[in-house]
């Protein structure tokens, strides 16, 4: 039985137009941007060819190795810590048999708010002069301190920012990897007379395990995405203490109007992702076979 | 009492915990949204409720808030149907329709490598090219950017949704001389429906929160809800209650999609991380 070729062509057809159209053509306009200096005149632009002149820039930029170097502390150690305290609270919520519906409701609602919001929130409880989080501190005489105004805090306060905002998401994963386990494994160690953590150790995590790479992948894309809070909440400052990729591929593109220099950023940032994606996918395929 | 009885308590007390810790920031911004602006800055706990945050934001001449919202909703719906049509096709395609298996690999690996990259790499070339094409500050601009930006997604969910489809069906309408595209209507489309909400409440709320590339291809006429918000944040002097307000008008729909849909947001959540 073999399906007709016609429409076989026409069902995909959409998807590669549109991934074409709307993703690949600007790659390549981006790639020719990136070896021309580009100036905007009278709204008209004059291309000027460079090679690879932009590159070696980059290359060079103290700005956006700060912004990478950021980038990956803010991913890495958030998402660190949104996998423990997800985990965490998932392996409670298995062992209540009531009110589980409540919490995964309550844990869902940060999930859907725009990382504008987000910002916003934060921006209200971190302000300096009437934040709640300087009103609870004077409560017990401490303080004020001015989170977000200070090098050796801003960039800790909106990594905390993306705990509160993340974490739930972990946490739905994680209880709904928890909750499709299969029980008999359980009882068996419970018949073996298995302490909690050698139950741990030896039967969720390793049953957990795809579960787990797949939400610290999907969580790790995300978080080196990270724009919208910084953009409300720093701008990148003080100093360039929270300056992150995307803010300075922003910054240099569309606030500093560099049409070429900041298209041979966003190639660098864009190449360099993709490979780490597939490399990281060529790893865990390999572990799992 | 013994040990045991003791746990379930002190659950419930951590789970509460963390419960309380995820609700306050959301409570805190919905009162700043009824204080005044002096309640606000001596940081009053106890106040008397204002509207007039929620009037100047919706009301004042010199708000667009309300253009922000029917901008929103028309990109937000726009691009979840486009997305819906292409990825239900694409999956269905992909999934049961005979191409070599190495192409089905190749397409959803492309489309997984594309949705790792920061969409503000593409912003840039969308700007540029966008404005050449005349179509800067226009519906269709978003409208394609966000469509293609959730594409991964619906590819992916949408083909994991069609794999779980019985195979018998689709031979018994085959028997019964059901065509190829007839098929994907009459047999797999009504099947894979709760699989289809599921995409389309998730990409719905991608499209409604989207910042970098509302902020970036959107002037006057097309700016979205973020893009108000932010505004509001950004000028010289924050304007806290507008900003609260307008925040808290801005999650009405996600909650009523909470309310409504929840099954249909966990669903999505969690397809494919979780076999």
Known sequence: MKPDTSARYLTLAPAVVLFAGVALVPIA???????????????KAHWRFVAFDQYLRVAGDALFRT???????????????????????????????????????????????????????????????????????????????????????ALAAVIAVDVWHWTPFVFLLMLAGLESLPQDVYEAARVDGATFLQELRHVTLPLMLPTIVV??????????????????????????????????????????????????????VLFALALAFIVATAATQRRRT | MSRRSLRVPATHGALLVAAIIVLFPFVWIALAAFKTQISLMI???????????????????????????????????????????????????????????????????????????????????????????????????????????????????????????PRELEEAARIDGCGTLQMLWRVIVPVVMPGIAATAVLVFIHSWNEFVVALNLTARETATVPVAISK????????????????????????????????????????????
């Open chain 1, 29 to 43: 306009e981006l790639v020719a941007m990136s070896l021309s200096q580009i100036d905007w005149v009278q709204g």
């Open chain 1, 67 to 153: 912004g990478v170097g950021n980038t990956l502390v803010f991913a890495i150690a958030g998402v660190l810590v949104q996998m423990l305290l997800g985990f965490a609270l998932a392996l409670l919520t298995t062992r209540i048999a009531r009110g589980r519906a409540l919490y995964r409701t309550v844990f869902i609602l940060p999930i859907l708010v725009p990382g504008i919001v987000i910002g916003a929130i934060w921006k209200l409880m971190y302000n300096f002069d009437f934040g709640v989080l300087n009103q609870l501190l004077g409560l017990l005489g401490v303080g004020p301190v001015d989170w977000l105004g200070n090098t050796t805090t």
């Open chain 1, 215 to 268: 939400t610290l992948v999907f969580r790790v894309i995300v978080g080196v995405k990270v724009f919208d809070e910084i953009y409300l909440l720093t701008g990148g400052g003080p100093g360039t203490s929270t300056e992150v990729v995307s803010y300075t591929i922003f910054r240099r593109f569309f606030t500093e109007g560099q049409t070429g220099y900041g298209s041979a950023m966003s190639v660098v």
């Open chain 2, 43 to 165: 940081g009053e706990v106890l106040f008397t409720p204002t509207l007039a945050h929620f009037d100047e934001v919706l009301f004042s001449g010199a708000s667009d808030y309300l253009a922000n919202y029917r901008n929103s909703l028309v990109i937000a719906t726009a691009s979840t149907l486009l997305v819906l049509v292409v990825a239900t096709l694409a999956a269905y395609s992909i999934e049961r329709l005979g191409w070599p298996r190495w192409l089905v690999h190749g397409f959803l690996l492309g489309a997984a490598v594309f949705n790792a990259i920061p969409p503000i790499t593409l912003v840039g070339a969308w700007y540029v090219g966008f404005r050449a094409l005349g179509l800067y500050d226009t519906y269709l601009a978003v409208i394609l950017a966000h469509a293609t930006l959730n594409l991964p997604l619906g590819i992916w969910l949408m083909a994991t949704f069609v794999r779980e489809v």
């Open chain 2, 232 to 275: 509001y944040a950004q000028e010289n002097e924050t304007k806290y209650g507008a900003m609260a307000a307008g925040a808290v008008l801005s999650v009405l729909p996600s909650l009523v999609l909470l309310f409504f849909a929840q099954r249909a947001i966990v669903r999505g959540l969690t397809a494919g991380a979780v076999k």
